[in-house]
């Protein structure tokens, strides 16, 4: 699809150069669907834009409470977009638990558009409001805009010989139109897409767009009539090229299979459900037709096992959890790193210890992969930043899973696993190829002889004639792999184990300051998810005009080789991290430099206003 | 140990050069030598096979076997060799695995692989005890049984594998014992034939922690008498020239020995052994002396479509070669931006 | 919630002020109220309850009984219980779970807990679905289930909870239904008189994932034909104005449906239900529409000496109060340096 | 017992200060009961002692190869011992084997006793010898006293009616008369426990004791007639006291014991056997009359959820492994962090990674034990440095536990659970109370309202009417324990879990040298059971005019508070571990110090020279 015929431009529209909008609702109100729609044609319009899908813990809350309340915030503008906002511009609340736990957020003087037709006495009392916050002066700091919208939908549908309660259903798709009047977007994808889905049942696509189409033109002639303004929000200048909107997940799962055709392999992920690490599972059973087997195991343990079980045998095998089952999986990642086989360990991280807040995003996993094994063991650890850069990541982690013979973990976020993003999908000429060569010369063949190089040993799979070879968990001799007691060995064994991942450094870029300069004074240094709030804090921390840098770090074990003289050269280095301190401890550690934490664990992400407000502090009045 | 293995194999050909560590005496080298000698009558390849074990005394097999081998985790054999069967469902793969190994740690991935029918054939070796970790009881292990960990004795009841085999789903359970030298191979061979998960219990004498444990079933002087070798189509018969057998007690879903000639018993009223049925072989499954014989045999077999044929349907649908191009372009969610 | 709970208890005395948070028109409600009905006819005390779960939506359940509750992680619930059990075998302790909690994840506890025979509950809530994580299939969903993580239907053979809890060495094993309010407290009551391990397993309605999944069952219009009610000594009579019932396959150790009047049959040729009979439950625990009905009820109870017992009687012989005096000077390898 | 009455002395004995001997042997031999009895009788005598048994992986491994010899070294003198011992000054060899495996370690001029009935062409070969050792100039650096002991001890034996086989068994007591004569020690010990031992087997006892006596006879007569020389070692100066010896397994296992009589509670310990944890759980499976439960689980998980369990119903529950069951247990600990519960998790190291190689010693799972954990995870880690050290370390481990409601990670190793060392048994009045106060009192009873001191929830265990509470892994209220989503309320508890672990370092001494001055210019800052061998080369590094100290951590979470006032003082920190630098990693991290590590992973202990050589590498001469 192409262009971005847009409707027909009102002379009232406001310019604006991005907003934030964050739809809220119950989780039967579909407001994930909403703010898809939304992000579908904004970024089809061409801007730049950012999401943070935040949804209950519940499968189901109960209607109307504040705990079942599901929301999605899109942050959209012409320039580029780093985060989903700090605080909306506009609150689209479907009921007040909606408004209820949306309104702290909210900038003063921001918009709130809510449906009159839920604020009975029972929805307001639920979202726990003393009193009708459309009564008292709850409202006062914000414009709003009160519409029935209940009312209207069920207007607009009337004809359609829809129950009631699916009537009531189309809600979303009216304030969507609305919205998207409102921001002068198109609405033909979402009329496809409604199209497709219900293509079984046309009787609810219809009632969608219809009502979709009525939110749209109650925007239209509203405006005429009333006080309601429109807005325009330029395109953002990005490179040509064709692009789709991508969350983390589908980035990912994406990345692996690029990768594992990049090394000539198939996949074989072996998973077991968690939350915020499923859907992974859920997009790759799709994709068997893209040479991918999923096998949803009993536990987490025969999961790993599986995939190590399968690459033993010459596929890729990949396993996917989140840190309680991370955990789990702890045992038998070492025997991969013992018998020296590929695997990638996807790690979504949400909140804990423990079971924690599975719906909430953290990064507290990083101790977890660096650190947690029996004994000495060593493995790459890579780290997506934003949703489009999973794929990368993803690709990379197979690179290096094959290169190496090594486990190799990915660790993303929640959060990204679930934040949308356009992307510039790449040419299909432009994606790397690193094709496997199994060893099946029985001349000379020892299952231990190591690339003089890479210090990886052959992979040589069943079914080879004449390779036959017996590995295992015990320490093995250095060449022939057969157990071996000897102390010795068991020396070399450990440091050619440690050297092996070391020496990947070599083979990573190096790392670069993704804004500032060497010579400033500070450097913010950050991994994950943090990226858009720290790389925002800082480019408007140098327009204040403090001397502060962004590293973000993607390759954490090995760090880049460049990374230490780089960090020696900043007077202070601060960790923003959505944990107590883990990628500080690491870099404390490696380079005995005292850098100093700035460190959130609410379940939430950083604000921009949090990382600017510790710049100031610690850079005192701009220099 | 090189060169492709085809044509006709010996037991040497399956034989590698590592000192076998087993204790002097222990049942597990009457089996590796009983497998070593069935493999070749088989017909199966060496660069085809895998074994793969846990961890235990039983699970060192792999190394004295020259086939790929793989020497896993405590437990955790099961899971391992479901990922190779799929990411390579022509391999044969073998698991070996002990008492403790495959009931204890292991107990979930032994029902789930079983439940799955993953076409792997499991060669359990019950030596009713931790021999590796030198003598604490297991899961198997009688009432009762003094070790290191129960020095009063265990006071758990024993666990019987054929029978949560059986309620598991499994859909090939035999027994055999490691003297059995001539027995073995056809059973082993009709685990190898059977498409799916094929459970094998072998009962092993640990001589150095709990040495005769099954002598009140395999010394010579008791085993005609205690050992019911079962034949599918035949009936249930031992003893001393077949002269007991094994009959449904009238109006019960029980099992009860008789003499032939006794109460005028005949051969007739002798039940005649069903592989096929899962309720038999319930039965059969947890028979003890000294009132019933202990079933040794094919128990149960009763074929049913395995995991990979599911699998391999639905990939055979997908066809796996898609390209990468309708990956990400793919859907019509996609826009141009121009130049 | 406060003060001592003796006395004559009722529901609401059971209840906490957690908002309860499963799905409007989950079948988690109706099992909830049953419990808190049941416990006040029980007559247990509040502060000698445990309910331990693991992680599921059925594993929310300790949050809104005003007992002891641990809301634990993911299939361990059995061991934790067992360690309450082990620290203060007063308690009465009920685990809730889910049938991936139990069967998959948790499998291997669930069957030693069984075997062992701690003396525990097990509510065992069968959705045939992994409800909390939105949908995907369980171990007990059926063959062809779709399911996110199985877009063209899972190709793998459920487990059915009863017959591995059999075949583990379960000592009580029952069935119910979650809108059986009538009938679910008898079977409590059961499952508390019952010293050791009990096996509950629920048939719940997961209306959100995989609504209507035991409507063939429960759906009035089949009900009574698909129904079949146990109980102990009574025969294994079904359908309306128990018209059908079971009977053994002469010459088979099969059940077979046969009604009554039909084809010369009587109410003699029906078989009685014999709750200590494992055969007999091993057949009832999986037989399924439309062949056969399902059983519901006490499937098999044949008590059998508690773990806790066993443990018991070797620390009265040890009496556990020696002095630390002993403990460390005890035994002939002291010496003294004189100062 | 009382007394050391030695056997008559005789006028030729050298006056030696400390020796150390290997007995070695096949595993059949009863070497480890030889070195056993040795060290008994030379605890009695009254010298300082510390033992190495190193047994062979294989259960019964084939008589007569190198991988089935089994050693016992002792170290012992007439002054403080600190290690089992670099090199043997006295090898004795059961057989050919034997002899190989341990030539290389002997010190030059060493004395060999080797059992020359055993030297056959068929053990010859299978030791790997290419010819004789006897015969060729193998035994030429040695003082070697070729023995027929199996003849002799065949002809001591003769008449008691005894198989072949039988007599032969008594080889290892016939070898041990003769060691116990050189070396001046009693054989009462002996003999009484080999009454008891045999106590069914009179004849079996009997024999042995007259292959002991005969040894010793022969020493006595040989002294005469031959060359044989007999050795004094004096008396160690000791504490009075009363005293036996004990494995770090024992006072370990009585630690616990005593710990929880302390505590007023009952132990409940579930396991799940490894190698070289085993030992804990049958050492404890023997203490019910102490007030021990144990449980066997069915695997590592079960083993740490029943002690979870125990401890939730007031119970102290302790679970113990080694490195892979620990790795198993991550899941399950990281609940009884957030539940805040009370447990003991012991670690008896082995060498790795995966099942590496479970026989051999190593200290390499501190990483697992800080870091190893999903999310933000802290509890308080402790390690044993020396057998009898295990005693105390148990004993803190329960207080901290009980007293701050935290699982407690207590490290330990393989070599120390083996080991075996002189004890002074400790009054009973001198040991610790702590007892606990489990709550009781309904009123105001908030399951995670907090002590104000120690911010320590209170223990309120099933069972107390009024109390009924739930708890569970998902984030809770700060006060009532109720499910909270809120995120200040994560932060609160995220921030207040990590409060109460590094406040425990108010509640522990501070940190001490255990050699030298804080005005030193270099510190070696161990864990663990390198005690002995830094001790040693610091000790020996000062008299060579090095200024060098000497700190061992016991306290590794939280690090008592002086520690990084301490190591800055210093110009140089070494930090000796058996592992690949973890100790190294926290310090490093903790203090932003750039300590250096001196890194052994082999699977065999430090020996003296390797940390003393090292010393004087960095300091240069003496200055
Ligand atoms: C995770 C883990 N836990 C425990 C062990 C220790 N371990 C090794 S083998 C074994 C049990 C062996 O018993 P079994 O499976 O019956 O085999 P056998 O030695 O009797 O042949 C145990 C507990 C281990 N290696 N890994
Ligand atoms: C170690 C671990 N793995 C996975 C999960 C995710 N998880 C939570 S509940 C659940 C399954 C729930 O299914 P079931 O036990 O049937 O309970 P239901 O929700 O259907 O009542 C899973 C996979 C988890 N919490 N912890
Ligand atoms: S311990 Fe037992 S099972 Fe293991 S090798 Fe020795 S005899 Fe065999
Ligand atoms: S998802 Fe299903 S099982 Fe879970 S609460 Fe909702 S309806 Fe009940
Ligand atoms: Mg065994
Ligand atoms: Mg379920």
Not at chain 1, 390 to 410: D, G, N, Q
Not at chain 2, 267 to 290: F, G, K, Y
């Amino acid at each position: 699809m192409e262009g971005n015929t847009a409707a027909a431009r009102s002379p009232q529209r406001e310019v604006v150069e991005e907003v934030v909008i964050r739809f809220a609702g119950d989780s039967g109100d579909g407001m994930q669907v909403t703010g898809a729609q939304f992000t579908q044609e904004t970024a089809i319009f061409g801007n730049d834009l950012a999401t943070f899908p935040d949804f209950p813990a519940e499968i189901r809350a109960p209607v109307g409470t504040t705990f079942g309340v599901s929301a999605f915030q899109i942050h959209f503008g012409s320039h580029e977009v780093r985060t989903s906002g700090d605080a909306p511009d506009v609150l689209v609340a479907m009921n007040p638990a909606a408004l209820k736990v949306s309104l702290d957020d909210l900038k003063v003087g921001g918009m709130i558009v809510l449906d009159e037709g839920t604020f009975n006495r029972r929805n307001i009392a639920k979202a726990g409001f003393d009193s009708n916050p459309l009564e008292d002066d709850t409202l006062a700091p914000y414009q709003t805009l009160r519409l029935d919208i209940s009312k209207m939908t069920l207007e607009a549908v009337k004809d359609l010989d829809l129950s009631k309660k699916e009537s009531l259903r189309c809600k979303n798709f009216w304030t969507l139109g609305l919205m998207l009047w409102m921001y002068d977007r198109d609405r033909r994808a979402t009329v496809e897409w409604l199209n497709k889905k219900f293509s079984k049942r046309p009787e609810i696509a219809k009632a969608n767009v219809t009502a979709l189409n009525a939110g749209h033109a109650f925007g239209e002639t509203a405006e005429l009539s009333s006080n309601l303004v429109g807005f325009t929000v330029a395109k953002t200048d990005v490179a040509p090229g064709v692009y789709r909107t991508v969350t983390g997940t589908e980035a990912l799962a994406w990345g692996l299979v690029v990768g594992a055709r990049a090394a000539g392999l198939k996949i074989m992920l072996g998973s077991y459900p968690i939350t915020p690490a499923s859907p992974l599972l859920h997009n790759l059973a799709n994709l068997k037709a893209y040479g991918v087997t999923t096998f949803q195991a009993e536990d987490e343990i025969a999961a790993v096992c599986s995939a190590i079980g399968a690459s033993y045998a010459g596929a890729l095998g990949v396993t996917s959890s989140s840190g309680p089952g991370i955990a789990l999986k702890t045992e038998a990642i070492g025997l991969a790193i013992s018998t020296e086989l590929p695997l990638v360990i996807v790690n979504t991280q949400r909140a804990g210890p423990s079971t924690g807040l599975p719906t909430k995003t953290e990064q507290s996993d990083l101790y977890l992969a660096v650190y947690g094994r029996n004994a000495d063991a060593p493995l790459p650890v890579l780290a997506a930043s934003t949703p489009t850069d999973c794929f990368e990541v993803a690709i990379e982690s197979v690179r290096i899973a094959t290169k190496y013979m090594t486990p190799v973990m990915l660790l993303t976020e929640g959060y990204l696993a679930n934040a949308a993003e356009p992307w510039r999908i790449p040419d299909t000429d432009d994606l790397p190829s690193f094709p496997v060569k199994f060893r099946t010369d029985p001349e000379g063949f020892q299952p231990f002889a190591r690339n003089a190089d890479t210090l990886a040993r052959p992979w040589a799979i069943p079914g080879t004639p004449g390779l036959e070879h017996r590995i295992g968990g015990l320490e093995k001799d250095s060449v022939t792999g057969n157990i071996s007691y000897d102390a010795e060995n068991h020396q070399h064994m450990t440091d050619v184990r440690a050297a092996k991942i070391a020496g990947i450094a070599r083979d990573i870029p190096q790392q670069e300051i993704q804004c500032g300069e060497e010579t400033d004074v500070m450097v913010l240094v950050g991994w994950g998810s943090t990226f858009g709030p720290i790389n925002q804090a800082v480019r408007q921390a140098r327009e204040e005009g403090h001397s502060v840098a962004h590293i973000h770090i993607r390759y954490i074990v090995p760090l880049p080789s460049n990374l230490g003289d780089l960090l020696n050269g900043f007077d202070r280095v601060l960790v923003p991290e959505m944990n107590n301190g883990q990628l500080l401890t690491l870099l404390r550690s490696t380079y005995a430099i005292d850098a100093e934490g700035l460190n959130k664990v609410s379940g939430k992400p950083f604000r921009v206003s949090e990382i600017l407000d510790a710049i100031r502090t610690r850079m005192g009045d701009a220099s | 140990m090189t060169g492709t293995a085809t044509g006709q194999l010996t037991a040497k050909d399956f034989t590698t050069d590592q000192e076998v560590r087993w204790c002097p005496g222990c049942g597990d080298y009457a089996i590796l030598k009983c497998v070593q000698r069935t493999l070749p009558e088989l017909g199966v390849r060496r660069e085809n096979t895998v074994f793969v074990s846990g961890i235990g005394c039983a699970a060192r097999f792999p190394y004295y076997m020259s086939t790929y081998g793989f020497h896993t985790i405590h437990g955790r054999a099961p899971a391992i060799a479901t990922g190779i069967k799929l990411a390579n469902p022509d391999l044969d793969v073998w698991i070996v695995t002990g008492d403790g190994d495959a009931l204890s740690i292991g107990g979930n991935h032994l029902i789930h692989v079983l439940r799955r029918n993953v076409d792997v054939q499991i060669l359990l070796f019950n030596n009713e005890i931790y021999g590796l970790t030198k003598g604490q009881y297991s899961p198997t292990s009688r009432r009762g049984t003094r070790s290191p960990s129960t020095p009063k004795g265990s006071v758990e009841n024993p666990i019987s594998a054929a029978a949560l085999a059986l309620g598991a789903g499994g859909r090939f359970v035999a027994r055999t014992v490691d003297t059995h030298q001539k027995r073995m191979p056809q059973i082993l061979k009709r685990a190898y034939e059977h498409r799916g998960a094929s459970l094998v219990e072998i009962l092993q004498n640990c001589n150095v922690f709990n040495d005769k444990v099954f002598s009140h079933i395999t010394d010579k002087s008791v085993a005609v008498e205690r050992q019911l070798h079962l034949e599918h189509g035949k009936p249930l018969l031992y003893g001393a020239d077949d002269s007991h057998g094994l009959r449904v007690t009238p109006g019960k879903f029980e099992l009860e020995a008789v003499t032939i000639g006794e109460n005028g018993i005949t051969q007739d009223d002798i039940l005649i052994h069903d592989e096929t049925n899962r309720t038999l072989a319930s039965l059969l499954a947890v028979m003890e002396p000294p009132a019933l014989p202990v079933a040794l045999g094919v128990i149960y077999c009763d074929p049913a479509p395995t995991y990979g044929d599911g699998v391999k349907q639905q990939e055979e649908v997908a066809d796996g070669e898609a390209s990468i191009e309708s990956l990400l372009r793919g859907g019509d969610r996609t826009w141009t931006v121009m130049g």
